[in-house]
Every structure is written in C-alpha cells, then in structure tokens.
C-alpha cells in the first residue's frame, strides 16, 4: 500500500520485504526517502537506521512501527532519523510528510552543490594565487641572477638536481614540488646582498662573508609569510646546514635538519662545486666524488651522500657535461 502510493504520488519507489536485500539496493542505487519499519524478523528499523547513516547521512529516513515506545523515538533522533511514525497512520499524513521530506532533501542536495561549487572556487583561487606568488618571487629570483652573472642559471639547476636526487633515493611524490619550488629559490635572500659583496671578484673577507651567510635568513624572511611556502621557507632556511652543526644560520644537526633540506644541501653544493665560480674553476668529477666521499655522514647526510654518489659513478660525466653546459648559456 505504501509503495503504491509513494508512486501515485509521482515517486519512484521501491519495496523490499527483506531488509538486507534493501540495504544492497540503498547501496548501489540512489535514494532519497527510506520508509522503514522499526520491528522486522530479519533486522530492526534501528539497525537499517545506523547502516544507512554510515553509508550516506543526507539519505531521509522515516521509522514506522505499531509498538511505539520512548526508547525507540530517542534513539531514532539520536542516530539521526528524519521522522518517526506511528501506525496505524492514514495516507494523507504520509503525503505531508514525504512533501516536507523532498524539500528538505533538494534544499539539502543545493547546499551540497553550492558547498562543492565554493570548495573548486577556493581551491582554484587558491591555486592562481600560489602560482601567481610562485612566478613573482621566480622574477625577483631572475632580478638577482642578473646582478651576479656567476650564479645564472644556478636555482634552475638545483631544482632540477634535488628531483633527480628524490627519485635516487624513491621519495614520495609530495616532496617534489616542496623541493623544485625550494631549488628554485633557495639563494633569493642574496637579493639582499650589496653588490660589493655579491659581485665581488674573488674571495670574501670574514666580515664580507659573514654578511653574505645572511641570505638564507633573509631568504626565510621573504618566504615565511606566504602560508602555502612554509615548508619551502623552512628548506631555503636550512640549505647552509651541516649534519655536524657547523653549518648555519642555525647550526642545526642531526635530525634537527628536514629530509628535504638535506637534499637540497647536497645539491646545491654539486652544482656550485662543478660550475665556475669567480673564486675557483670548476671540479673535475673525481674531485667532487673524493669531497662527498670525505665529508659523508659529517657535514652531508649519510643517505642523500650515498644516493649522489651513486649517480655520479653511474653517469657522473653526463650530469656534469648539463650542469656545466646549462651554465655557460
């Protein structure tokens, strides 16, 4: 009788005299309504009840039973059902009813739309201002590389590097964009450095350095209050540090250092060793194994060290021939 009337009323319904046999078909189709008795051989309303808010709370379901009682009806509100009828009930009671409950569940099915349409909107948006960030600070980045000829080309690389670096040693997925942003940027707080620093020819005096060892604090700095940087604020922060604590700005050690800052050591300490500098030429690939084999576990970690190692024994010429061939353009 339910049924039939659910359908003269312009529903679509379907009737189950098995409660399990319900649950498969709440399952794999779409409802909108679940009419249920509450006292039933095979299962109760209630159980009916929890089973369909685990699997989809904005489903309405309505609890009928002969045998009402105060336990039943705090327990249905409790585990979240729509209403609660008493038979016997007469059918322009359930017309009411299944109106109400229709509202209710395309008002419902509109907030979800909306809430879904808002949640793309802000992830777009989101996503626009990353990027937009992103490409800003890449030009201040590309400002500074054309103060100082000698570092060209150089965050380009290191980017490249530290990806190559994470596949040798099979990290997850998530760092790479963390590491290539971070490679990318990692000496944008030397657009802090006055050019008698920066452009000087030849090596630094202890004071000079001293300014110059700044730039990975003020690369922080710039990069710290932009909320969707933080992790490569904190890799930009640490890519002077050494496991032994000498490094700095914070002379961290050990641990202490984020997995991907240890990478990002070890790469741009490569790169610098394999390109001219305006202090010093540039290494030959023996010399940058014999440094890396010397300084593993003390200043690099031990890990990333044997991982670079490995790929500069297994194509060492190669990676350096692009290094070397990416810095002369």
Known sequence: MMG???????????????????????????????????????MSGIEILQEIMALNRNILVI????????????????????????????????????????????LTLENIAYQN?????????????????????????????????????????VSQFVLTLARELSLPEEYNEPLRISGLLHDIGKIGAPDSILLKPGKLTPEEYDVMKTHAYIGYRILAPIGSLSQVATYVHEHHERMDGKGYPQGLRGDEIALPSRLLIVAEVCDALATERSYKP????????????????????KEVTRALLSLLRRSGDTVLNVIRISAEK
């Not at 003269?8 to 399952?27: N, W």
């Not at 989101?126 to 570092?151: G, N, Q, V």
């Not at 010399?287 to 003390?298: A, E, P, S, V």
Request: glycine share 4%; with cysteine; net charge negative.
């Open 63 to 106: 609890l009928m039973t002969g045998q009402p009682t105060l336990e039943d009806s705090i327990s249905a509100v409790r585990l979240g059902a729509y209403d609660y009828v008493t038979k016997p009930f007469n059918l322009n009671l359930i017309e009411i009813l299944v109106k109400r409950a229709m509202q209710q569940r395309r």
């Open 117 to 157: 349409y808002l949640e793309q909107r802000v992830e777009e948006q989101t996503r626009e201002l990353k990027e937009f960030l992103i490409h800003s600070i890449e030009s201040l980045s590309h400002a500074l590389e054309a103060r100082d000829p000698y570092t060209k080309g150089h965050g380009a690389r």
């Open 282 to 301: 540039a290494w030959p690939l023996s010399d940058i194994i014999t440094y890396f084999q010397d300084l593993c576990g003390i200043a690099y970690d």
């Open 4 to 42: 039939e009337f659910l359908r003269y009323l312009g529903c679509e319904a379907q009737t189950f005299t098995d409660a399990r046999l319900a649950l498969e078909s709440i399952r794999t189709d779409t409802f909108d309504i679940v009419f249920t008795d509450i006292y039933m051989p095979t």
